[in-house]
């Protein structure tokens, strides 16, 4: 069973239960009091509705943390006006049961008014950045991202914090991120854990119906075609983007968002696609968006 914390001051660090925490005060002091017994820690923000990818962060954490915290937030900040707040999924139960199984010492799990409390005005944003990828067909999303991210490190001041690499182009506004304004936290990138199909998993493969979830296996057949022609020598992006292009020919009703070959940190766009370039995909299928990535080797 999780354990409720106990009033600021009173968490004990190094509790064999997982706390739930849902005030900010006590998560940082937790945190803090962990630091103070020579902890290092480590934390895995989320929006819940885990899977094994999540789940994988996680156990990253505890290889490389004494102290693992697991945020729960499912941020309004990041969602636009007709995207799927109301929809996503919650499982908080079941989420703080994996989390416990896993050995999280912390589950924060703030509500919206704790984060954003009245009045708030100021946000986090990563310019130039924020507007490559997602950031084209889902404007502010990533200045949402910055902003609960920023938050959440300043609340549970960690040492390193653990994300995936199918958010490939989050990940690289969070880096940006920390290195801009000097955030004392070492951000860790965890390999995309795929379903055996090779779906990238995804708390919106949920939304998908079994007709959908074999269309969305598009996705990674076109990375891993754009990979294969590149292993076969090709490098000029357009021929590569093109190929990538004609496999989403094969599934009519998935809608491709876009389909580029960039610089894994500026997200600019390369022209020729060498060891390292990041091939990143995103598309409809229904209603879901879903994304996926690589990055290319030798």
Avoid: W
């Amino acid at each position: 069973m999780t354990k409720i914390a106990s009033p600021v001051g009173t968490a004990d660090p190094i509790s064999k239960h997982t706390q739930i925490i849902t005030a900010i005060v006590e998560t940082r002091a937790a945190s803090r009091a962990a630091r103070r017994a020579g902890q290092r820690v480590g934390v895995v923000p989320t929006m819940g509705a885990l899977h094994e990818g999540h789940l994988s962060l996680v156990r990253t954490a505890k290889t490389q943390s004494d102290f693992v915290i697991v945020t729960i937030f499912v941020n309004p900040l990041q969602f636009g006006p007709k995207e799927d707040l109301s929809k996503y999924p919650r499982m908080f139960e079941r989420d703080c049961a994996l989390l416990e199984k896993e050995g999280a010492e912390v589950i924060f799990a703030p509500s919206v008014e704790e984060m954003y409390p009245g009045g708030a005005v100021t946000y986090v944003n990563v310019e130039g950045l924020s507007d490559r990828l997602d950031g084209v067909s889902r404007p502010g999303h990533f200045r949402g991202v910055t902003t609960v991210v920023s938050k959440l490190f300043h609340i549970t001041e960690p040492d390193k914090a653990f994300f995936g690499q199918k958010d490939a182009a989050q990940v690289a506004i969070i880096k940006r991120m920390v290195r801009d304004l000097d955030m004392p936290v070492e951000i860790v990138v965890c390999p995309i854990v795929r379903e055996p199909d090779g779906l990238a998993m995804s708390s919106r493969n949920a939304y998908l119906n079994e007709t959908q979830r074999q269309q969305g296996l598009v996705l990674s057949r076109a990375l891993r075609r754009v990979e294969e022609l590149f292993h076969r020598g090709e490098s000029d992006v357009r021929s590569l983007v093109a190929d990538g292009r004609e496999v989403f020919r094969t599934e009519p009703e998935v809608r491709l968002d876009y389909l580029s070959i960039v610089d894994p940190d500026s997200l600019e766009p390369v022209d020729d696609a060498g060891p390292g370039a990041l091939v990143a995909v995103a598309a409809y299928v229904g209603a879901t968006r879903l994304i996926d990535n690589l990055i290319l080797a030798k």
